[in-house]
């Protein structure tokens, strides 16, 4: 059944997108150009409208490849590795997230949130999963499992930016990289890697990687796919299911995490959230192959990720006070402006639900 589907799905998204594309182009250089100049407009006001986000998002956010485990029963033939929205099941309930990754459609999203200085823009992508499994009798499973990465973009004077560092959650530690030319070097906290390019649609965007069961997420090559895996591409308007556990071309959809289909207005929701920033989780169905060993309330929004042993940095900063994270986390430090123009984490900008 799901693989049918799956087709049709991909299929038909797959043959969206070209013809958007013939369509805008049929409308000349005039409205290309109105376009471009719209967005240019609103990066340069700030990232206080939703379409100045969604837009800076977009330019940045990962070609993302997801490590696949097609083993044991838990794995759903690979299912329990696909990314996917909260509601993916049609409801705002984190308790049943695991129950229903056996029987719903698993459409790829991923949510992003900004926030701004004078000097950079700092873009969290959330990658969440219904399960974090695994396929041994001695090994911990949880309901619900989000991790990510913070990208920090130097405002530089052209229209995007240029990305200088990113920093991506792996369980309880984070893992900090830089791209090739960057001016950043390791502050505090030794850097992990470099982070890698793809070009997509013209431009490079930041390869991210995540691993099977656990998902924990590092840049490519920290992890890699071994065997099955999916490779992720972003996309605005268009969320596709994996047509199997080894599909190289699906589209996620991007969620603005402060709007109207996103966590943040959702953060007391008690049927979401058992406590700030920490998703509602037990032990129904057959989660842990040994009861003992499914963990409740274990998985956490952005605003809830926390390294165990990064000093002075405290749990959600990485997404509430990104400037002050990149000063710790890589020199020098003193080109992070730390006064915020736009932060709805900590009710700084106004609406973040503007146009």
């Known amino acids: 059944m799901f693989p049918i589907r799956s087709l049709f ?47 800076l998002a977009k330019r940045w956010a990962p070609v993302h490849y997801q490590d696949v485990d097609v083993t044991g029963s838990h794995s759903l033939s690979g299912r329990s590795d696909y990314i996917a929205r909260v509601d993916f099941d049609g409801d705002w309930v984190g308790t049943n997230n695991w129950d229903n990754t056996s029987s719903r459609a698993l459409p790829a999203h991923a949510y992003h949130s900004v926030v701004e200085t004078s000097s950079h823009w700092y873009i969290v ?63 505090a906290e030794s850097l992990d890697g ?51 556990a080894s599909d190289s071309d699906v589209r996620y959809k991007l969620i603005d995490i402060y709007g109207p289909e996103g966590l943040w207005a959702r953060r007391q929701l008690g049927s979401l959230f058992a406590s700030d920033g920490t998703f509602a989780g037990d032990t129904s169905g057959d989660c842990g192959y040994v009861k003992s060993l499914c963990s409740t309330n274990s998985a956490n929004a952005p605003w809830g990720w926390d390294d165990q042993n990064d000093g002075s940095i405290q749990r959600g ?39």
Request: charged residues 20%.
């Open 317 to 355: 900063e990485i997404a509430t006070d990104p400037a002050k994270l990149s000063a710790y986390y890589f020199t020098p430090s003193g080109s992070f402006s730390t006064a915020y123009t736009f932060n709805p984490f900590r009710g700084v900008g106004g609406d973040p639900n503007a146009p």
């Open 194 to 244: 470099k982070l890698s390019f793809a070009n997509f649609e013209g431009v490079n965007h930041p390869i991210t990687a995540q691993e099977a069961k656990g998902h924990g997420l590092k840049a490519w090559p920290g992890y890699d796919i071994v065997g099955d895996g999916v490779k992720y591409f972003p996309s605005l308007t268009t969320a596709e299911e994996p047509a199997s």
């Open 9 to 55: 799905r991909g299929a038909m998204a797959r043959a969206v997108v070209p013809a958007s594309l013939m369509m805008l182009a049929a409308c000349g250089p005039e409205s290309l150009d109105e376009l471009t100049g719209e967005l240019e407009g609103a990066l340069a006001n700030g990232v206080g409208s939703t379409a100045a986000r969604a837009a």
């Open 125 to 187: 992508y959330t990658f969440f999963h219904p399960r974090d499994w695994a396929d041994s009798i001695f090994d911990t499973e949880h309901e619900n499992d989000g991790e990510g990465v913070l990208l920090v973009v130097a405002r530089d004077g052209s229209e995007f930016g240029k990305l200088e560092g990113a920093v991506t959650v792996a369980h309880k530690d984070f893992f900090s990289y830089v791209p090739d030319g960057s001016p950043l070097g390791s502050g």
